[in-house]
C-alpha cells in the first residue's frame, strides 16, 4: 500500500496502531531519505487521529528531524523554507499535541548545526503558550525543555542566554506570578536572566554557503583533497603499502583545511574563550536590568533571587544597578 493511502485509511480509523508503525516505516525509510511529502503526510496523520500508539511518537520525531537536517546539503543545515514550513504546519492547528510538536522543535535546534532564528523565537514562543494556555503553571519536564532549547547550538545565545530570550523568560514569570511552580523554575530563571549579562555567545557554526563550499572542496576530484595533494606531494603511488601511506598523509594533510574535525576544534576554543569572558554588568545590561525588573511595578523571589545572585556572580557592576541590589538582595 502507497503511503498516501496507507495515510488516509489510519485517518479514516482515527487510530495508529504498532501495525502502522510497520507499514510507515517500510514507506518512509524504504528508500533510505525522507521526503516532503512524507514529512507532510506524518503532521496530517499526527492531526487526523485520536489514539496512537507509544512508538508513533518516536517515528514522527525521527523522520521529520532526519528530513529537518539530514535531506539537504550541506547536511546539519536547516533552511529557511524548511523553518518557514514547521512554523506553519504547526501553527495551523494551533496546539502542540502532547508537547511533540515542541520536542521536535528542540530537537532540530538540539541537533542541527545552523537554523534560522525564527525557528528558536518560535520554539520559545511554543513552550510559553503551552504554559499559560494550559494550567498556567511551569512545571519540571517545561524547565528542563526551555534549558535545552536556549542552550541548543542554533540559538540565538549558543552558549550565552539571548537578551531576546531573557525577556521572554521575565515574561513568563510574570504571567504565572502566584503559580505553584516546580521549584526548579527559581533556579534556571536566576542562573539564565544572570547568563545573559555576563556570558558571551562562543562558537557559531559557519554559514551555509561557505559549509557548502567546503563540501565541494572536499568532493572535487580534480580541485579536492586528492588533486591539491598531488600538486604538493607527487602523483598517487603504486603497491598496497605505498597506496594506504599516502592516503594517510593526504587526509593528514587535508585537516589544515576547515575539516570537521578542525571545526569542532575550533569550536571547543570558541567555547572555552565564551566561558572565560564572563564580565561584570556594564550600565547598558543595568539599564535593561532595571527597566525589566521594575516593569510591572512589583518584585517578586525570582527576581530577588536573580539580584542576590547577580551580586555573588558579578560583584563588580555598574553604580546604577546598586540601589537596586540593596533594596532586594539585603
Keep these: 500500500m502507497g503511503l498516501i493511502d496507507l495515510s488516509n485509511q489510519i485517518i479514516g480509523r482515527g487510530e495508529v496502531t504498532s ?8 514507506n ?6 525522507v521526503t516532503r511529502e512524507e514529512a507532510e503526510a506524518l503532521f496530517l496523520i499526527d492531526e487526523g487521529t485520536e489514539r496512537r500508539v507509544a512508538e508513533w511518537r ?12 539530514r535531506q539537504q546539503a550541506p547536511r546539519g543545515y536547516v533552511t529557511d523554507e524548511q523553518a518557514d514550513w514547521l512554523i506553519a504546519r504547526i501553527e495551523a492547528a494551533r496546539r502542540a499535541r502532547d508537547g511533540t510538536e515542541i520536542e521536535l522543535v528542540v530537537r532540530v535546534l538540539e541537533q542541527a548545526d545552523a537554523a534560522p532564528a525564527s525557528l528558536a523565537a518560535f520554539g520559545l ?3 510559553t503558550r503551552s504554559v499559560v494556555e494550559n494550567d498556567g503553571v511551569i512545571s519540571a519536564a517545561e524547565v528542563e525543555r526551555l534549558r535545552r532549547l536556549m542552550f541548543a547550538p542554533t540559538g540565538p545565545g549558543r552558549m550565552a542566554i539571548s537578551r531576546e530570550e531573557a525577556e521572554v523568560l521575565f515574561d513568563l514569570n510574570d504571567a504565572t506570578r502566584g503559580a505553584a511552580n516546580d521549584p526548579s523554575w527559581t533556579d534556571f530563571f536566576m542562573r539564565a ?3 545573559a549579562v555576563t556570558a558571551a555567545a562562543g562558537w557559531a557554526a559557519p554559514g551555509r554557503e561557505e559549509a557548502l563550499r567546503r563540501e565541494r572542496w572536499l568532493a ?4 579536492g583533497i586528492s588533486e591539491a595533494f598531488t600538486r604538493e606531494h607527487g602523483p598517487l603511488p603504486t603497491g598496497r603499502l605505498g597506496l594506504s601511506t599516502w592516503v594517510a598523509q593526504a587526509f593528514a594533510w587535508a585537516l589544515r583545511e576547515p575539516s570537521a574535525d578542525g571545526l569542532y576544534a575550533a569550536r571547543v576554543e570558541e567555547n572555552a574563550h565564551a566561558a572565560s569572558t564572563a564580565a561584570p554588568v556594564n550600565a547598558e545590561e543595568a539599564r535593561w536590568l532595571i527597566d525589566r ?3 510591572d511595578g512589583d518584585f517578586d523571589d525570582n527576581e530577588r533571587a536573580l539580584i542576590a545572585f547577580l551580586r555573588e556572580l558579578a560583584p563588580s557592576t555598574d553604580e546604577a544597578l546598586q540601589p537596586l541590589i540593596d533594596r532586594l538582595a539585603a
Design 19 to 26: 501495525a502502522d508503525i510497520m507499514a510507515l516505516r517500510q
Design 58 to 69: 518516536d517515528l514522527f520525531l525521527e523522520a521529520l528531524t532526519d528530513w529537518l537536517i
Design 193 to 195: 536572566v544572570a547568563n
Design 293 to 295: 525588573i521594575g516593569r
Design 28 to 33: 518512509i525509510f524504504g528508500d533510505i531519505t
Design 125 to 127: 514562543q511554543l513552550v
Design 220 to 223: 572535487d576530484p580534480e580541485d
